[in-house]
C-alpha cells in the first residue's frame, strides 16, 4: 500500500545503499552490478553465459531485477551475482554492510587547512578535497574515477561506495600509502598526489609509479 514503508531489516538499515549483516544481505535493493574483482553481473533472466535456477520464479520474494547483485539463497558472504565471465561462475558483489551509525560531524579544529583540504589519517583515505594533480616535478591531470580511459580500472564508485570517488579528486580508496589517482597520460597508469597532511606536515616529494600489474 502507499504509504507504508518495510520495516528495515537492522538499525539504520536502508536497502538501497546497503544489506544488513543479520539476514546476509537479503534485504538488499540497490543497482549495484559488478563483483569485487570488477567482473560484471548476468541478468537474472538471462541463462547465459551461466544456466541457472535463480530465477524470479523460483524467488519471487528476492529482488531479482536486471543484473543488480542479490542474495536469493541466503549464502553466507552476503550479495552476489553470476558473472558474464564464462570461466567465473559467480562471485560476490562487496556490497556495503548496514548497520554503521552515521559519522559525527567533523570538530572545527585549529589545524592549518579546513577538514577538506587535508589529511588527517596517515594513509589519507579520509581526504576529500579537490586536488586533481599528481605530486612531483612534473604533475599530471588525473582521470576522472568514472571513465575507463585512457586507463582501465575496477576503482570505481560502485565497487568503492565509501572512498568518495568524484570527478578526478586525488583519493585512496584501496589502502596504497597516501592519495593517489589514475592520470590522463596513457604512458603513466598512475601516480601520488601531494596532499598536505592536516597536522600541517607536507606529504614527501611524490615519486610516479608505473605498474606493470593492472589495478
Known amino acids: 500500500d502507499q504509504g507504508i514503508v518495510n520495516k528495515p531489516a537492522c538499525r539504520y538499515g536502508y536497502p538501497e545503499q546497503c544489506g544488513c549483516e543479520e539476514v546476509r544481505q537479503k534485504d538488499y535493493r540497490g543497482e549495484i552490478s559488478t563483483t569485487i574483482t570488477g567482473r560484471t553481473c548476468q541478468r537474472w533472466d538471462e541463462q547465459t553465459p551461466q544456466s541457472h535456477t535463480r530465477t524470479r520464479k523460483n524467488y519471487p520474494k528476492a529482488n531479482l531485477v536486471e543484473n543488480y547483485c542479490r542474495n536469493p ?7 552476489w551475482c553470476y558473472t558474464t565471465d564464462e570461466n567465473t561462475r559467480w562471485e560476490y558483489c562487496g556490497v556495503p554492510v548496514c548497520g554503521t551509525p552515521p559519522p559525527a560531524p567533523a570538530s572545527k579544529s585549529t589545524t592549518i587547512c579546513d577538514m577538506d583540504a587535508c589529511s588527517t589519517e596517515e ?3 579520509d581526504y576529500r578535497g579537490i586536488i586533481n594533480k599528481t605530486g612531483g616535478d612534473n604533475p599530471l591531470e588525473c582521470q576522472r574515477w568514472d571513465s575507463q580511459s585512457p586507463h582501465s580500472h575496477s576503482r570505481t564508485e560502485e565497487n568503492y561506495p565509501e572512498s568518495g570517488l568524484e570527478e578526478n579528486y586525488c583519493r585512496n580508496p584501496d589502502g596504497e600509502p597516501r592519495a593517489w589517482c589514475y592520470t590522463t597520460d596513457p604512458d603513466t597508469r598512475w601516480a601520488f598526489c601531494d596532499v598536505p ?11 610516479r609509479h608505473l605498474r606493470r600489474d593492472a589495478r
Open 197 to 207: 597532511r592536516c597536522e600541517g606536515e607536507s606529504s614527501e616529494g611524490a615519486v
Open 123 to 125: 594513509k589519507q583515505a
Open 73 to 79: 539463497d541466503n549464502e553466507p558472504g552476503g550479495a
